[in-house]
């Protein structure tokens, strides 16, 4: 199999008539790297994928592959390969013809067909297989003949539309590991689009957040979650509380905001907006439920919110506490399950500390919509 | 088991409507009358106060006079007729044929397209001929490939020709006139099976870098086939049992076998003789349908479809 081929986008402009769908999108995606498009419904990630794949041109920038700009390109010319959202099987073919289309379409023999099916089929661990039509195989079992199918080629990078989505949770969380599993046996570029952040986060080296045509920020899945650079990925993946407030100092990399309903807390400026945000600005500050602990003592130094539990949950792995800060502010904590009871009552005043360096402050701007 | 379910969903009067309908319809109005010419055909000709009486018998001379032609006859066989039997069954053949290929890409176009207003237009345009009755189309064609027909000026006023080509008589009018005839029945039971199919698959086949007559070879076209069959079957059945457009469209020295059915029917009075003529037609049309079938491994279900 072929090693791993960087994926550049530079200045790409994808446009509907008037319609913006991707505005100057900029990416560099590592040879061999697991690298997802993560964002909402409509946000252009699938149009990024059909521009990376050559269904469609760009109104402006460059694709290159391996260095070679594909711009101008069809899909059968690129080194790419792509799985469909409802894969695309051809339900009147064998399995094995499925598999080996690309080979059948390059002209190779039946026997050196056969042997490649053979060898794929094997590589999916569905050997014996190849003689069902694919309207007899399981879920799984097909979305691992859609992924055999487009490596038979050997493409430089594989471009994978939310393939996941059709299936039930437990097979979706059992084929991220899989799929994780042949990108790295095979080595080559994987590239992924997907709404969902868990399989964003558990498969991806890197990821790019897309907001409305925009890409927000493109990290590593612990940057990405940690250290988001705007508020949109702050708001979007996974739950955050948001404080909205001004700046009153920066100092060291922290800020002090005055918040609207919490009073002064200080938080870290995130990587991404560090010398984006100066005294007297709107902020938004995001702290994580579990970065929070419940604490006894009370302290003034903006690292604490005083709330009322308005009602907790027992989520098995943590407690899930709402709670009401004085200011009437609503905000979520999480507690780790560690044996002992963390149901508080409703009404009980808890004082919620928080690690400022947990928590972060980026410019005020656009939230994900739930 | 069926039938329960089939009138829990209908409902008991409804069910039994619709039952009786069909019934009738099937029955009385196809099988019955099928099976009194079907009866017919093996009896003499005799004048009607006769049938039944002790002059009738049953005889097999009705088929044999098709093959064979009438009694004494020096030729052995009934050449005359049976040139007809077998050109008409070719031509249908043939303009089914030519309506397949000029009907695909039709189809093709229609059911993968997305824009929904022009297909709608498109749709629209090929129906509206067809309310014009089809005397009134035969003779249009008749005006566009007469002698003197727009063809021939066309063709005459661009120097391609020099004098008129008789279209009429090398039939070429009625291949044309039977073709159109049948255009929306070849088109549209493709179009349905065709708009159905999944772009995805066209898409990832030209990703894995098959050109466009692979596309169609390896996938759209195996997967049409319950529409192209289903086409296939109503035109070349009607265009084989057509009688106004060969008699209208056709040359002077073609006759068209219905239209042998029909001089038996009327002109002769032979009902018998029509009779077993038309069974012949029918058996033979059945005969190579489901061979055909056979041949390109469709079911009689997909038909349906």
Same mark, same amino acid.
């Given at each position: 199999m072929s090693s791993g081929v960087d994926v550049d986008l530079k200045n790409l402009w994808i446009k509907f008539g008037d319609f913006v769908a991707v505005r100057d999108a900029n990416v560099h995606i590592n040879g061999g790297d697991f690298f997802s498009f993560l964002?909402? +419904? !409509?946000?252009g990630k699938t149009t990024i994928l059909r521009a990376v794949s050559g269904f469609l041109d760009p109104a402006e920038g460059e694709i290159l592959i391996g260095g070679n700009n594909m711009v101008g390109k069809g899909p059968n010319e690129r080194p790419t390969a792509l799985i469909f959202q409802? $894969?695309? $099987?051809? %339900? $009147?073919? *064998?399995v094995w013809e499925n598999i080996t289309f690309s080979l059948e379409v390059a002209g190779a023999t039946l026997g050196e067909r056969r042997k490649r099916a053979d060898e794929l089929l094997d590589m999916i661990a569905l050997p014996d297989q190849g003689n069902k039509l694919p309207s007899q195989l399981s879920g799984g079992q097909k979305q691992r003949v859609a992924i055999a199918r487009a490596l038979c080629a050997e493409p430089d990078v594989l471009l994978l539309d939310? %393939? $996941? +989505?059709?299936?039930d949770l437990k097979l979706r969380h059992h084929m991220r590991a899989e799929l994780r599993e042949i990108q790295q046996r095979v080595g080559i570029t994987f590239i992924y689009i997907t709404h969902d952040q868990g399989e964003a986060l558990t498969m991806s080296d890197n990821i790019a957040v897309m907001r409305t045509a925009v890409i927000d920020q493109i990290a590593d899945g612990k940057s990405i979650y940690d250290d988001p650079s705007t508020s949109f990925v702050a708001s979007f993946v996974g739950t955050n509380n948001l404080f909205r407030g001004k700046v009153t100092d920066i100092s060291e990399g922290i800020a002090t905001i005055d918040t609207n309903r919490s009073g002064t807390l200080r938080a870290r400026v995130s990587t991404g907006a560090t010398g984006k945000l100066g005294v007297g600005d709107d902020a938004m500050m995001f702290i994580r439920p579990e970065a929070f602990s419940i604490v006894d003592q009370k302290t003034e130094t903006g690292t604490q919110i005083a709330a009322n539990v308005q009602r907790s949950e027992f989520e098995g792995t943590s407690y899930n506490v709402y709670t009401e800060g004085n200011g009437g502010k609503e905000i979520s904590v999480s507690v780790t399950n560690r044996g002992d009871a963390h149901m508080y009552d409703s009404g009980a005043a808890l004082n919620l500390e928080f690690d400022p360096q947990r928590a972060v402050v980026v410019p005020a701007g656009e939230l994900a919509s739930e | 088991m069926i039938l329960k379910e089939y009138f829990k969903t209908n409902g008991l009067m409804m069910g039994w409507i619709l039952l009786g309908l069909t019934f009738f319809w099937i029955v009385m109005l196809i099988v019955l009358p099928q099976l009194y010419m079907f009866e017919l055909s093996f009896h003499p000709h005799l004048p009607p106060p006769e049938m039944g009486g002790p002059n009738d018998y049953l005889t097999l001379e009705n088929y044999k006079y098709l093959a064979f032609g009438a009694e004494g006859n020096p030729d052995g066989y009934n050449k005359v007729d049976l040139a007809v039997f077998i050109r008409t069954l070719t031509a249908a053949a043939f303009v089914t044929v030519v309506d397949l290929l000029l009907c695909y890409p039709i189809a093709y176009y229609l059911g993968q397209s997305t824009g929904g207003g022009f297909v709608r237009l498109l749709v629209l345009l090929l129906i509206i001929p067809y309310w014009i009755n089809e005397i009134l189309r035969a003779f249009a064609f008749k005006i566009i490939f007469g002698d003197s027909g727009v063809l021939n000026e066309f063709l005459m006023f661009f120097a391609v020709i020099d004098g008129p080509i008789d279209f009429i008589r090398a039939n070429v009018a009625l291949y044309a006139g039977l073709g159109y005839a049948y255009i929306l029945l070849m088109i549209f039971p493709m179009y349905n099976v065709i708009e159905s199919l999944d772009r995805n698959q066209i898409e990832a086949a030209r990703d894995m870098g098959a050109p466009w007559w692979m596309i169609h070879k390896r996938i759209v076209i195996p997967y049409a086939k319950p529409g192209i069959s289903s086409g296939c079957t109503m035109v070349f059945m009607l265009s084989a049992g057509a009688l106004a457009a060969p008699q209208i469209l !056709?040359? %002077? +020295?073609s006759l068209w076998f219905t239209q042998l059915v029909y001089q038996w029917f009327? *002109?002769? !009075?032979n009902w018998p003789q029509a009779a077993a003529y038309a069974i012949v037609l029918l058996v033979a049309c059945l005969i190579i349908v489901l061979s055909v079938m056979k041949l390109f491994k469709v079911n009689m279900g997909d038909i349906g479809k």
């Open positions: 964002g909402g +419904s !409509g946000c409802n $894969l695309a $099987l051809f %339900p $009147l073919m *064998t939310e %393939p $996941l +989505s059709a299936l | !056709g040359g %002077p +020295s009327n *002109t002769g !009075g």
